[in-house]
């Protein structure tokens, strides 16, 4: 039915699951310019600046984690709708003949004289007089077959595959901020505008993912100082 050799291999024998995670750098440069502009009594204005990055200085090598194995059910289920040995068998040879077995509400593979058949003997085996196991709805001599065994999950990081990871991807905001000292409780109020020169918008060429990140935004905020 097939030899399968892990994420690092030929075969990896899974889903193909690909999943895109932030990770995160081991670097980060991060700066704040402002200037306030004292209008009158308790109101002023600040203009700022923001830009900051975080990269990876070090090259990091791709990693593997493996779990330990266990028995396939339910641990496979888990996975999802597809998550059984009768699966990766059929994921590696799409020919062989299914049937779905009403007792378990499983896909299984079909058998006949201990090795299991494919789609086209099967298909050869049906005619109208041709006697069938009404428990399984099989041409006699037929049969379910579940595969059991013990399976494991391979997660593969691709660093070197990484993105967003250069120095020069850094994020930056322009904007205003009006601020008004409230009398009594002494605490600012801060209308504020900022503008996202590098915002991203739609689909990105680098992962597939819609980014909805704004131009512009209108922010207010009430803090106590210190």
Do not use: M, W
Not at 178 to 184: D, E, G, H
């Amino acid at each position: 039915l097939g030899t399968f050799t892990g994420v690092g291999g030929t075969n990896p024998g899974g889903f193909g699951v690909r999943r895109f995670q932030a990770t995160g750098g081991d670097t980060q440069l991060l700066g704040n310019f402002e200037y306030r502009i004292p209008l009158f009594g308790p109101v002023g204005l600040a203009a700022f600046a923001d830009i900051g990055t975080a990269f990876n200085l070090r090259k990091g090598a791709d990693q593997v984690f493996s779990t330990t194995f266990n028995a396939d059910q339910p641990f496979l289920l888990r996975l999802g709708a597809l998550g059984s040995l009768n699966a990766l068998a059929l994921q590696a040879n799409p020919d062989l003949a299914v049937n779905f077995d009403r007792q378990s509400l499983q896909v299984a593979l079909v058998g006949r004289d201990n090795r299991v058949v494919t789609s086209g003997e099967l298909a050869s085996a049906f005619c109208t007089s041709c006697p069938v196991d009404p428990n399984t709805g099989l041409p006699t001599g037929f049969y379910n077959v579940f595969l059991r065994g013990e399976a494991q999950t391979n997660t593969a990081v691709r660093l070197s595959r990484a993105v967003f990871d250069k120095i020069g991807d850094f994020r930056s905001s322009l904007g205003l901020e009006l601020r008004v000292q409230l009398p009594v409780v002494n605490v600012p109020f801060r209308l504020i505008y900022a503008y996202n020169p590098n915002a991203r918008t739609g689909v990105s060429d680098e992962v597939p993912l819609i980014f909805n990140e704004k131009k512009s935004v209108f922010r207010f905020s009430i803090g106590r100082t210190f």
